[in-house]
Every structure is written in C-alpha cells, then in structure tokens.
C-alpha cells in the first residue's frame, strides 16, 4: 500500500518569507512518481511538478525549488520570497509502478501568505 | 490547458436520488480517473478507466459505478446518493507511457455536489 503524509495542515507566513512544504511518502515500489499540485481559491487543480524515483537532483523553477531524498523519503516544496498569490492549498502525490498510472494523494498543506 | 469539462459544475439532489457526473475532454488520452476532495483526506480515487469500456476500482469505489462508452467520455454515477456522498468531484486525465507528458494527471475544474 501506498501513502503520503504532509504532516502541516495549514502554514502562515508574512509575505516575502520562505517557506517549505514538508511531505514524506510510502512505498514498496521501486520506481514511482512524486508530484506536487497547486489548488488555488478559484478550486482547480495546477500540476507544478514530476520527479520520477531514479532522479534525485533538485530541481529550481523561479522562486520554487524541490528537495527528493530518497534515504528519507521525503520530497519538501520550498517557496522563497513568498507572495500573496501563493496562497492555495498544495497537495503532494505518488504513483507507484502501476499500469492505471493510480495517483495517492497527501492530506494536503493550506498556505496562507498574508501582506 | 488539458481540454478537461465537467457537468454540472454544482448540483443539488436529494438523499436516494440517481446522479451522473460528466467528464469530457478534448485531447484524446487515454487514462481517465474520478476522484472526490473532502476536508483533511486530499483527493481519493473512485474509479479510473484505461480504454474504452475498460475500468477498474480505486480506493472509495463504493457506491459508484462508472462508464465508458466513448474516448472523450468518462460518466460518474451515483445510484442512491447518500449524504456522505457530498464532495467535489475532480476528472482528470493521463497520457499513456512513452509520451513525453507519461503519468502527470491533468484535472477538471470540479464539480461540487451536495447530497441533502
């Protein structure tokens, strides 16, 4: 069986602060997919990032950058100098080696970015 | 953005009452899901399909039943809805491996129902 957790339920933070999103996942399968997903105010669900099991190199896109550690099964979603309009709720999600490419979701972290 | 629709968007029903939920989508891949959103539990997969007419369960399947008579077409129903049935309902939609968009899920934009 497969799970995530992220364990903050909700974040508060002051504009311009970093911030990272913990989420440590578990599974027997040898290669798997970790993605983090945005959902906004507006409700929709925004696809950020893909990490596939064998690639553990960090990866940086503007003010958002992941960390994948295998030795601690976590994959943490940092935002620096965070803004207003990353407020959403983030969720982070695994698909083991599946043929239905089944997605398990985490809880999901609320984050609050006030001005 | 994935060509992803969902209808209706909001629906009331009545405890007891059938309900179809309506997923289409305009880019022709071939995984579709359903998966429900409720407060601390993230998304839950329902149901997911691999091809036309061919379904499987995922992890809250009961009390839901899917069909897929088209590509572009994935329906939800309910039978007898139930209160615990009210959520937000999200589709989405995946590519088959090789592709260069293999695995990511692209979703809807929802459907919220309520069950009273």
């Known amino acids: 069986a497969q799970k995530v957790t992220q364990a903050q339920t909700e974040i508060s933070v002051v504009e311009k602060e970093d911030v990272t999103l913990d989420c440590v996942y578990e599974t027997r399968d040898t290669t798997y997919y970790l993605f983090w997903y945005k959902q906004p105010p507006s409700g929709e669900l925004v696809f950020l990032i893909r990490?596939?099991?064998?690639?553990?190199q960090n990866e940086i896109s503007g003010r958002y950058s992941w960390n994948f550690q295998k030795s601690t099964s976590s994959f943490n979603f940092t935002i620096t100098a965070s803004q207003v309009v990353d407020s959403a709720v983030y969720f982070c999600a695994l698909s083991g080696d599946n043929a239905g490419n089944m997605l398990t979701f985490g809880g999901g972290t609320r984050l609050m970015v006030k001005p | 953005d994935a060509g992803i629709t969902q209808s209706p968007r909001h629906k009331v029903t009545e405890t007891g009452t059938p309900v179809t939920l309506r997923c289409h989508q305009t880019?022709?891949?071939?995984?579709m899901y359903w998966y429900r959103q409720d407060p601390g539990h993230g998304l839950r997969l329902i149901h997911y399909s691999y091809g036309v007419k061919d379904t499987d369960k995922g992890e809250v399947s009961d009390g839901y039943s899917v069909s897929r008579s088209k590509t572009e077409d994935f329906l939800l129903t309910l039978e007898s809805a139930t209160s615990s049935q009210t959520s937000v309902y999200f589709c989405a939609i995946s590519e088959v491996a090789g592709t260069a968009n293999y695995n990511e899920q692209f979703f809807g934009p929802g459907t919220r129902l309520t069950v009273l």
């Open positions: 990490r596939n099991s064998f690639d553990e």
């Open positions: 880019e022709n891949h071939r995984y």
